[in-house]
Nanobody, 118 residues
Framework: QVQLVESGGGLVQAGGSLRLSCAASGRTSSIFAMGWFRQAPGKEREFVTAINWSGGSTYYADSVKGRFTISRDNAKNTGYLQMNSLKPEDTAVYYC???????????WGQGTQVTVSS
């Protein structure tokens, strides 16, 4: 199993920045990709971004392209989500998750709240 712990959420004004971290432990050798998802009140959870754990290929939802950057530090088994130019509509609980090549995202963190005030 893989255990994930997010940190770095908080309250920020529109236009500001935050960096989220996702520390992985356990069977980290099984991680194929790490993704970030978010869920706003009353809305379904949505994909934000993902990174291939070994090769570093990245994928972004259109709504965050050019503003958010995903990265990872393999030595620390930690993923990061740098969020710039934040908007009120980015307000949500942000979750990191991991998957292996043969599965969907099956390990999830507890989530961290991001609130962007206007």
């Amino acid at each position: 199993q893989v255990q994930l712990v997010e940190s770095g959420g908080g309250l920020v004004q529109a236009g500001g920045s935050l960096r989220l971290s996702c520390a992985a432990s356990g069977r980290t050798s099984s991680i194929f990709a790490m993704g970030w998802f978010r869920q706003a009140p009353g809305k379904e959870r949505e994909f934000v971004t993902a990174i291939n754990w070994s090769g570093g290929s990245t994928y972004y939802a259109d709504s965050v392209k050019g503003r958010f950057t995903i990265s990872r530090d393999n030595a620390k088994n930690t993923g990061y989500l740098q969020m710039n130019s934040l908007k009120p509509e980015d307000t949500a609980v942000y979750y990191c998750a991991t998957r292996n090549p043969d599965s969907d995202y099956d390990y999830w963190g507890q989530g961290t709240q991001v609130t962007v005030s206007s």
